[in-house]
């Protein structure tokens, strides 16, 4: 995302190899403007036909095609999109799923209420720093995706959004991980599209005890109500942290 245009490329990344061996980026991506206040966290719902049309493009729509039939079927790719419908689409969604369905991707099943008041911490810390990154597990699924999005504008400093989102999985069935940075963004931050399997560059530390602002998080983290009520609790404080960048 651009934050002087408010323009946003969104797409699919792949990876193929050439006849040595050599793995390469193939990218397909298209370019649009969010107009509404809440239409950057409904994008994910909103790109989900392009995204998925994409996807089977990447893994087999170049089949038993030459050249120039594969430039023309991506060509005919479109983004079609109706912001308003998508906007309302995320927000039935939000109401639909509850809190724990969130946190249980996040701790994997597991009752681990400390690893959800961790990551809800490092996101704020990140939040607030010039430039930070965040891996949050996630099953893909454009809800997750679209929640995560809105928290981080609740919690930037004019209500920013991130600048780069990168997310995989395949569903609610499976655990992936969605990478965003907050803030400014640096060539370096590119490093788990093209190498997702590299370890964090930009790892968080964050420790419990020491600011009054932690039982904030988890309150937040013992919820127990819609995604929606979450996203509202979470927009209506704004703590001083002592949780920092490593």
Same mark, same amino acid.
């Given at each position: 995302?651009?934050?002087?245009?408010?323009?946003?490329?969104?797409?699919?990344?792949?990876?193929?190899?050439?006849?040595?061996?050599?793995?390469?980026?193939?990218?397909?991506?298209?370019?649009?403007?969010?107009?509404?206040?809440?239409?950057?966290?409904?994008?994910?719902?909103?790109?989900?036909?392009?995204?998925?049309?994409?996807?089977?493009?990447?893994?087999?729509?170049?089949?038993? /095609?030459? $050249?120039? !039939?594969?430039?023309?079927?991506?060509?005919?790719?479109?983004?079609?999109?109706?912001? +308003? #419908? =998508?906007? %309302?689409?995320?927000?039935?969604?939000?109401?639909?799923?509850?809190?724990?369905?969130?946190?249980?991707?996040?701790?994997?099943?597991?009752?681990?209420?400390?690893?959800?008041?961790?990551?809800?911490?490092?996101?704020?810390?990140?939040?607030?720093?010039?430039?930070?990154?965040?891996?949050?597990?996630?099953?893909?699924?454009?809800?997750?995706?679209?929640?995560?999005?809105?928290?981080?504008?609740?919690?930037?400093?004019?209500?920013?959004?991130?600048?780069?989102?990168?997310?995989?999985?395949?569903?609610?069935?499976?655990?992936?991980? /969605?990478? $965003?940075? !907050?803030?400014?963004?640096?060539?370096?931050?590119?490093?788990?599209?093209?190498?997702? +399997? #590299? =370890?964090? %560059?930009?790892?968080?530390?964050?420790?419990?005890?020491?600011?009054?602002?932690?039982?904030?998080?988890?309150?937040?983290?013992?919820?127990?109500?819609?995604?929606?009520?979450?996203?509202?609790?979470?927009?209506?404080?704004?703590?001083?942290?002592?949780?920092?960048?490593?």
């Amino acid at each position: 995302a651009c934050r002087a245009t408010g323009a946003v490329l969104g797409g699919v990344c792949a990876f193929s190899r050439d006849r040595t061996g050599r793995r390469y980026p193939f990218l397909l991506a298209s370019r649009t403007r969010p107009s509404a206040e809440r239409g950057f966290s409904a994008l994910p719902v909103g790109m989900a036909h392009f995204m998925s049309d994409a996807v089977v493009m990447v893994e087999s729509g170049w089949k038993a /095609l030459d $050249l120039s !039939a594969f430039h023309r079927r991506i060509r005919a790719l479109r983004w079609r999109s109706d912001e +308003t #419908a =998508a906007i %309302a689409r995320l927000d039935e969604l939000h109401e639909r799923r509850t809190s724990s369905n969130l946190w249980r991707t996040i701790r994997g099943g597991a009752a681990d209420r400390a690893r959800a008041v961790r990551l809800l911490a490092g996101l704020y810390s990140a939040c607030r720093s010039a430039s930070a990154v965040v891996r949050i597990p996630t099953s893909g699924a454009a809800w997750e995706i679209g929640f995560w999005i809105a928290l981080v504008e609740r919690w930037s400093v004019g209500r920013a959004h991130p600048t780069l989102c990168v997310w995989d999985g395949a569903g609610e069935s499976r655990r992936g991980v /969605l990478r $965003l940075v !907050a803030g400014r963004l640096g060539a370096d931050h590119f490093e788990p599209v093209f190498w997702p +399997t #590299a =370890a964090s %560059a930009h790892p968080l530390r964050s420790g419990a005890g020491a600011s009054p602002a932690w039982s904030w998080f988890e309150s937040l983290a013992a919820a127990d109500g819609t995604v929606r009520s979450l996203l509202e609790a979470a927009g209506a404080g704004a703590p001083h942290l002592s949780v920092v960048p490593a």
